[in-house]
């Protein structure tokens, strides 16, 4: 679960701005959207295999 710490004096915006940038830095809302449509298991492998590309570098 992200958590984010807001101290004394900081902005809603700025807070939400700090929220958002841990949300993708965890991937959780990019699960998110993985999760809320079905993939068919064509572009599952093709993704897989963009992702297996993009982390050999």
Do not use: C
């Amino acid at each position: 679960m992200t958590k984010v710490v807001v101290s004394k004096g900081e902005t809603l915006e700025k807070a939400l701005r700090i929220f958002k940038k841990k949300l993708d830095r965890d991937g959780t809302l990019k699960q998110m959207k993985v999760k809320n449509h079905y993939e068919k298991p064509s572009e599952r492998k093709k993704r897989k295999a963009k992702n297996a590309q993009f982390s050999q570098w």
